[in-house]
């Protein structure tokens, strides 16, 4: 039947728009990997950017993607991460305690940032040295980075667009 049809999910800005769009965030997540690659091998400490990355992509103007919340909720849970793996060592007791007090800490902070809360499972259970937290820090610079330049990019494609119905009408 017709009626029991899902409807289609229309896109925001057309194929090739969306497309230019995601072209910042993957090109970001690749330049952290070749960092974390280059300098350590502790890749999965950095996966949780990978979905910041695409948190940013989807909607750069949520709160979710300020820049303060990005900082405090992904920074702030590393540290807790690297804290309770010095605490309680590597294993379930340390990346539990990390999540718990990084929710805690978003919540306090009002700097949700669902993807900080793998960045404190992930140093919770293999953190290994405080390095470490200096290289997710830089990664995060770079994320940071991405912020703008995606919302730079918006604006431009969103600034095409009005033009380009202005000359319609």
């Known amino acids: 039947m017709a009626g ?23 090109a970001t997540v ?15 400490l950095f996966a949780s950017l990978a979905s910041s990355a695409f948190l940013i992509y989807l909607d750069p103007g949520h709160s979710v993607n300020q820049a303060r919340t990005l900082v405090l909720a992904q920074f702030g849970a590393a540290a807790i991460g690297l804290l309770s793996y010095l605490a309680l060592g590597p294993g379930y007791a340390s990346a539990g305690a990390a999540m718990i007090a990084t929710i805690v800490m978003m919540i306090v902070f009002d700097a949700m940032h669902p993807p900080a809360v793998a960045t404190a499972l992930s140093f919770g259970l293999r953190a290994g040295d405080a390095s470490n937290l200096l290289l997710f820090g830089l990664a995060l610079g770079v994320t940071i980075v991405l912020l703008g ?14 033009g380009r119905s202005g000359k319609d009408g």
């Open 4 to 26: 029991d049809q899902l409807p289609s999910r229309r896109r925001r800005l057309g194929l090739g728009r969306e497309l230019l769009l995601a072209v910042a965030p993957t």
């Open 30 to 44: 690749l330049l952290v990997l070749a960092l974390v690659e280059a300098v350590s091998n502790q890749r999965l």
């Open 149 to 162: 330049l995606q919302r730079l990019t918006q604006y431009l494609v969103l600034r095409s667009l009005s």
